[in-house]
């Protein structure tokens, strides 16, 4: 065996794992999952259709889909010491990302004797209950029972409001939760497959990918993307107001990605996903606006920073859906967090196939040649 003993920050440009679940092309703008190009897969398939690919390979047929649909939605029920987690959760106030990552841990309380497929299934079913629950006892609001009728993403939404969603607003959840769903080897994925490396549980893996995805660097903001277009108010004002915050040096937020070079492939997804969401159920003015801020936004970072081709990225057009949902900017992390399980739970399969330890090296680059003086001389 060789060492290389280049030390590269962050661990950019070292490959890590190979993998079929998803690749990503940042020069190119292309995000392929499970073989499939983004922009085909996320707006016509069903979350529980992407589960099957990423977890077994290929999109299943209309028996083994409506089998894995009713298995996954069995497993929707909290477990009662998690109901009483979220509720003390909510007594301190703590954040959605931080209540989650708490019930993460106690998912498989009910699941002794179970296999890792039932494992992932009650991981994947239990985190928008989780984010519901939560959310309601926050708010000082009876938490609702999961329903086994409906679809996982409707069920979500049902359960934070009571009413179920509109077809629109389901589809346009579905396809933001498959657009998030993998993303190559990203840091709360790389959590994942480190921890199941070692030979733990995927509860583990999936708890310790959540606390990697809490973090602002990996988890990113888009709630400030949408607060900057509710800042601005209406599109006459957009131009004074972005050369303003580029004068000042401020981050545009919403666009500009340290993978992609050229647009964000999921950007394009979710702009025609809000776009559909909004003209069958929501408000059109707010998308119009959002399109002439990023607009202006665009041309502005161009010729303020020439070259840079600082295009939109996800968090733009993730605050517009999610906000149409009806969702709390709150809930816009925690929910990407239930759609990114899906690829957690694939890297965790796929690890664990691979059976190998993950052990990067580092450089001591400390002081040496040190001897021990006794407490009393120092």
């Not at 939605?73 to 009662?80: G, N, Q």
């Not at 040096?249 to 919403?254: A, K, T």
Request: charge should be negative.
């Amino acid at each position: 065996m060789t060492t290389d003993n280049t030390y590269r920050p962050g661990l950019e440009g070292i490959v890590a794992a190979e993998t079929t679940l998803s690749s990503v092309d940042g020069q190119k703008g292309e995000l392929i999952i499970g073989g499939f190009p983004l922009e085909e897969l996320a707006a016509n398939a069903s979350f529980e259709e992407i589960c099957c690919l990423l977890w077994y390979g290929d999109l299943p047929d209309a028996n083994t889909l409506n089998a894995f649909k009713s298995s996954m939605a069995s497993y929707r029920e909290l477990p009662a010491a998690t109901y009483s987690l979220l509720e003390q959760a909510a007594k301190h106030r703590v954040l959605p990302m931080d209540a989650l990552r708490m019930a993460a841990g106690t998912f498989d309380l009910d699941l002794a004797g179970e296999d890792n497929m039932a494992r992932a299934k009650a991981i994947t079913a239990r985190i928008p209950p989780a984010i519901a629950t939560y959310w309601r006892f926050v708010n000082d609001q009876d938490p609702i029972p999961p329903r086994m009728d409906l679809g996982r993403s409707s069920n979500y939404l049902y359960m934070l409001t009571g009413s179920e969603p509109g077809p629109a607003t389901i589809r346009g959840l579905e396809t933001y939760l498959n657009t998030v769903s993998d993303h190559g080897l990203n840091a709360s994925t790389f959590a994942a497959r480190v921890i199941i490396a070692t030979e733990s549980d995927m509860v583990s893996a999936v708890t310790g990918a959540i606390g990697a995805l809490k973090g602002p660097l990996h988890g990113g903001a888009p709630g400030p993307a949408l607060d900057m277009v509710f800042e601005i108010g209406q599109a006459d004002r957009a131009e004074e107001y972005i050369r303003a915050k580029l004068g000042r040096g401020e981050r545009l937020m919403g666009f500009g990605h340290r993978v992609y070079k050229v647009r964000d492939p999921r950007a394009d997804v979710l702009a025609h996903a809000a776009e559909d969401m909004y003209q069958a159920e929501g408000d059109m003015a707010l998308y119009d606006l959002a399109k002439d801020v990023e607009a202006t936004a665009l041309r502005l970072l161009e010729e303020a920073k020439p070259g840079r081709n600082l295009r939109t990225n996800v968090e733009f057009f993730t605050a517009l859906l999610l906000h149409g949902i009806g969702l709390p900017t709150d809930l816009f992390t925690p929910t990407f967090a239930a759609g990114r399980v899906a690829g957690w739970v694939g890297h965790t399969f796929e690890q664990q196939r691979s059976g190998r330890l993950i052990r990067p090296d580092s450089v001591y680059i400390g002081p040496t040649g040190r001897r021990w003086v006794p407490l009393g001389e120092r």
